[in-house]
C-alpha cells in the first residue's frame, strides 16, 4: 500500500525555519516524483516545489526560490522540504504527493495536482509574531 506522511509543520516567527518530511512506504522515490503543494483557508491549492523521480532534479514556484530547497534521502525513502526566511503568506497545509514516473513540468500550473496519484494527511505551517 502506498502510504506519505508529512510531519515538521509548526509555529514559527517570520524570518524563521522549519524542516518538513515526507515519509513515504510502498514505493521507490527512483519511480515516483514527490511535490509539495500548500493550500491556505480560502485559496486554492498551489503547487510550492518538487523533486522529480529519476533525476532527482529539484523544481520551485517563483514565490519560494531562494528559500526553500527541496531533497531526498532515497535510502530512507523520505523527502524534505527546508523552508527558510519564512513569511505570513506561507502559511497553510502542506501535503507531499506523490506521482508516477513524474518529472515536476506541471508543478506551477492551476490544478497542476491532479497530475499526482497519492497524497499525504499535510502538516500546518504558520508563520505569525
Known amino acids: 500500500q502506498l502510504q506519505l506522511v508529512e510531519s515538521g509543520g509548526g509555529l514559527v516567527r517570520p524570518g524563521g525555519s522549519l524542516r518538513l518530511s515526507c515519509a513515504v512506504s510502498?514505493?521507490?522515490?527512483?519511480?515516483?516524483?514527490i511535490g509539495w503543494f500548500r493550500q491556505a483557508p480560502g485559496k486554492e491549492r498551489e503547487g510550492v516545489s518538487c523533486?522529480?523521480?529519476?533525476?532527482?532534479?529539484?523544481n520551485y514556484v517563483d514565490s519560494v526560490k531562494g528559500r526553500f530547497t527541496v531533497s531526498r534521502d532515497v535510502a530512507k525513502n523520505t523527502v524534505y522540504l527546508q523552508m527558510n526566511s519564512l513569511e505570513p503568506e506561507d502559511t497553510a497545509v502542506y501535503h507531499c504527493?506523490?506521482?508516477?514516473?513524474?518529472?515536476?513540468?506541471?508543478?506551477?500550473?492551476?490544478?497542476?495536482?491532479?497530475?499526482?496519484?497519492?497524497w499525504g494527511q499535510g502538516t500546518q505551517v504558520t508563520v505569525s509574531s
Open positions: 510502498g514505493f521507490s522515490l527512483n519511480a515516483y516524483a
Open positions: 504527493a506523490a506521482e508516477f514516473e513524474g518529472t515536476c513540468w506541471r508543478l506551477s500550473q492551476r490544478n497542476g495536482g491532479d497530475a499526482y496519484d497519492y
Open positions: 523533486i522529480s523521480s529519476r533525476s532527482g532534479n529539484a
